[in-house]
């Protein structure tokens, strides 16, 4: 069959891919490894490929994979892809998330439609053809394209990515990538010694697949002799200055820094064909500011559905972190169940959080958060949800006593969080969502356009239902205003609390667009708020 991949400009690519077991750092290690090329001046771009056979993110249980991230183009994706915003403050997009559902969705329909003219589809070449091609078209406009193999090399699920990458190598030719195996390396206990063998096979996986890796990242718990490294260079056929062993750190953002001091920066500078050091100052100062002990350390009490795993929150979790380091001073996060809290539990916080959530477990918990919030002067940050928990609250404190969003109280006729027309009917389905970057418009001279310090906003959503604005008196009433809306004025995106200090809530995801340097205002703003009390 006619290969119609284009390979378009010379492109160079680094694949990321993991051996042992998954889950040790393949999208920390990915990242990092742009962080460092793109220190030395180099453009870089990131992908993601899961062999999952979901065609988004959207439907899988985040107490489970961790946190939807959104992209501003509505990508339902996977964490990683806030790693890769994160560390090399960018903004991925559809593209940098491809899963094999996606694929073989779009295969299906084209063979349904007649498009591969009697040939039979195959999983090997037409699979592995469109996963090159959604690799390239990624990489377009970059120097350098990274792409994360999401799983184990080795899983049955996974064998496609593994061929198109090893194929793809093939056509760009070896010199243009550089294949990175991330490997896990057990301390056995009662032995006390690293144990090297899952290792040495996950690369003779790898190489049973045409792939000899350039360089292994081997993860550890704790830090392990050197030799070790040297067993896995000697057995899997890379030189030892490749081998860059990868204790557990202290902070993820400490990654980029250890890596470019160790053999695989030579490797970078090599294959970027730049051999000027790394201006790696933006990573030294982040490690500074959280490491520093400061005078203060405020506490941040997260009013939370999923308990244990931080993953669930791991933007909102690290924007605080961002905020805190921005304001200097110690964060302590204060996990709230929503299902059992009461005013005893908002009462030792300095701060409630009230994130994003879908369904009513919790909700009355939250509800009574923000209504706490309110009622004491607390200062509040509501997200998505957390917005509308708090024109709940405020609409029962109006006296609308069953006041409550359709999603939760289907058939309340106080249904001051409603779902818009054209969307109802589809509450359990995936990509009816309000996806990706809106702009909304702040009022003059409200308390949250002094803290964006401007009224122009932009910000990613992900959510279905919307405020009801034929109940705008009852809000005002119990203490809210609607400080911003869309453009049209027919969404509400903002709201706040004018009585208050610090009470804001948004109808989107301020937490997608934080940066560790570069903290998102609204967390700033509640830090703020707090630091000085
Ligand atoms: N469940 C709510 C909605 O669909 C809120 C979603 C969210 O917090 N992301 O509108």
Redesign the pocket.
Known sequence: MEDTTDMGQTQKYIFVTGGVLSGVGKGITAASIGAVLQAKGVAVSVQKCDPYLNVDAGLLNPAEHGECFVTRDGAETDLDLGHYERFLDIETTQKSATLSGRLLSELIADERAGKFGGKTVQLVPHLTQSIQKAIVAAGKGSDIHIVEIGGTVGDYEGLSFIEAIRELGQKVGRANCLFVHVVYVPFIGTSKEFKTKPAQNALNDLRGFGIVPDAVVVRTDDPAPANVAKKISLFGGVPEDNVLLMPNADTVYRIPLILARSGVNKLLSDFSERDNEPDLTKWKKLIRAQAATYAKTVTVGLVAKYMDNEDTYISVLEALKAAAWHEKVGLKVQWINAETATAKDFKQVDALLVP???GARGIEGKVAAARYALDHNVPYLG???GL?VAVIAAARKAGLKNANST?FAADTTENVVYIMDGQAGKESTGGT?RLGDYPAVLTKGSKLATVYGTTDIVERH????EVNQAFTEAIVKGGLAISGTSPNGKLVEFIEAPACDYFVATQA?PEFRSRPSRAHPLFVGLIHAIRDK
Do not use: N, V
């Open positions: 994003g959530g879908f997200i998505c949800l509308q999603e969502l992900r959510h279905r239902y995801h």
